[in-house]
């Protein structure tokens, strides 16, 4: 008789498995699960040596799978100082002071989550009212929402704020600047920022890993943006120091670097997955490359990064060194472009079938392309929400081509393998929120609660070929799970990201949230 290590009893169970969906039990062993049924038969696999933890009706879910993640990013977010919940400039002022006290005089101070909307003063704080509590170290503090920050005198005279003339500096009567930035205007701030040391990445990505699986993610698929994360991730991956399963996903640039430093040392915890081609930008920054031009300059139609001949012979590298070909693409003339990059490249189909990674303005013609060459689509449901409540997406590009913006529903219906994430840390890490976003959204795009829950699970692990031991609760798959507090089939729709995780098991080890 085989002797479970850990036992989840008496739970709602959903396995994602369309032929036993719903369970009560789980028993593993190791790392892997081993039984799935009823709290009756789970019980003789229980000795004295199992771990059993009693759910009392609790929600489990196969581990979620974030197909977009910048971890670095998101590790030295959570290092800046956190001002979510700050109701005023006076509270802004007051955790500022705390941080102050143990930072030397000179190092700058980042900031995060400042939201005027919810403060008394309904207005965001001036340098001055930095300067009160930090004259000597640089400051610079960005919204919660929105391409914005804020900034103290001691930041605008590094920056040499003063003598610019760029749309986006706020300034008073007499012409000063305020120290609020917007748009563009934030990038003169970010180009002076000192780099970060090899050790504070270092500790910024183990942080990082720690937060995403308290969040109930056990696999990502982490976008690399630069050289010095191939060094880190090489010795996290040589160490053990990962609580995640990292498919990572690297830009042409670095895929010499990342073939010779990370591909000998795959394993189940870790795996050089792809390689991403970047076509055209965004749409907030108009450097989505268009057909027609954006709706409210009529001259400008984004740009294309990416010719066809110089995409195929990347893709075609890319193929050959066994990586999943993954193309950001969000203008319909880049998603076109992207379109005949796969077309006229020698697919490679022990890998991953190529992917196309935003893929936001589509047309009917697109929408069938994608079918016929089976490419599968990456979508980031908050960053779709953002587009419309933050960007003004609409007043871009204007009702008819919003109809099929980001038109997942739209994907699923041809069959299309969608698969979503998060683009954390522009956006909220956590899943619920993502799955919230696709449920709520508004017009005729929206998609059910368990269509979402595929996207993050089943879905992300067939888009990486990855199904045999990930995306839902069988047995002799891995043992990645997280439990809920509620079930988001049976929850409210405005509710759904209000759901906590309870905690995440990861390869059989338990890891609960910290606050």
Not at 35 to 57: C, S
Not at 224 to 239: D, G, P, R
């Amino acid at each position: 008789m085989t002797f479970a290590d850990l036992v989840l009893l008496n739970g709602n169970i959903i396995t994602m498995n369309p032929k036993t969906l719903l369970a009560q039990a789980i028993a593993i062993k190791g790392d892997r699960v081993f039984y799935v049924g009823n709290n009756q038969e789970v019980k003789q696999y229980i000795n004295k040596k199992t771990r059993v933890i009693y759910l009392d009706g609790k929600t489990v879910l196969p581990g979620f799978i974030d197909t977009h993640v910048h971890v670095v990013d998101y590790g030295r977010m959570l290092t800046w100082l956190d001002l979510q919940g700050a109701s005023s400039i006076r509270d802004v002022q007051i955790r500022l002071a705390e941080r102050i006290k143990f930072v030397p005089k000179g190092r700058w101070v980042l900031g995060r989550a400042l939201d005027s909307d919810s403060f008394l003063e309904n207005r965001l704080p001036t340098c001055q009212e930095l300067d009160t509590v930090s004259p000597d170290n640089p400051v610079v503090i960005y919204c919660q929402t929105g391409q914005a920050c804020v900034v103290n005198s001691k930041t605008l005279k590094v920056s040499k704020i003063s003598q610019q003339n760029n749309v986006g500096i706020e300034r008073d009567v007499t012409g000063e600047p305020t120290g609020i930035l917007r748009d563009q205007a934030t990038e003169l701030v970010w180009g002076v920022i000192p780099e970060p040391t090899h050790q504070e990445l270092e500790n910024a990505i183990e942080l990082a890993l720690e937060k995403i699986v308290q969040a109930g993610i056990t696999s990502i698929h982490w976008i690399v943006l630069s050289e010095v994360e191939i060094a880190i991730i090489q010795k996290l991956v040589e160490t053990g120091f990962l609580h995640v399963r990292i498919y990572l996903i690297v830009p042409t640039n670095l895929l010499d670097l990342a073939l010779q430093k990370l591909k000998p040392f795959e394993n189940d915890h870790f795996k050089l997955g792809g390689s991403i081609i970047f076509v055209d930008g965004y749409l907030a920054s108009r450097t989505a490359a268009l057909f027609e031009p954006y709706s409210d300059t009529l001259t400008d139609h984004g740009k294309l990064f990416c010719q066809q001949n110089e995409g195929v012979a990347l893709a075609n590298k890319i193929q050959n060194n066994g990586l999943q070909l993954i193309i950001h693409a969000v203008g319909d003339k880049a998603v076109q472009e992207a379109l005949n990059i796969i077309q006229h490249t020698n697919i490679n189909h022990m890998v991953p079938r190529p992917r196309i990674e935003q893929a936001a303005v589509l047309n009917q013609q697109l929408l069938d392309r994608i079918k016929t060459l089976d490419i599968s689509v990456s979508v980031q449901p908050c960053v779709v929400a953002s587009e419309f409540s933050v960007w003004s997406v609409t007043k871009h590009l204007g009702e008819k081509r919003v109809c099929l913006l980001f038109p997942v529903r739209e994907l699923l219906n041809l069959g299309v393998l969608v698969s979503a994430g998060s683009d954390c840390p522009m956006e909220q890490l956590n899943p619920l929120h993502g799955i919230e976003a696709s449920i709520r959204r508004d017009g005729t795009q929206k998609v059910s609660v368990f269509e979402a829950l595929q996207m993050y699970t089943v879905f992300a692990a067939r888009a990486t070929s990855e199904f045999v031991n990930k995306g839902s609760i069988e047995q002799g798959k891995l043992a990645d799970l997280v439990v809920l507090s509620n079930d988001p089939t049976a929850t409210v729709v405005e509710k759904v990201k209000d759901i906590s995780v309870c905690f995440s098991v990861f390869g059989g080890f338990v890891y609960c949230p910290k606050s």
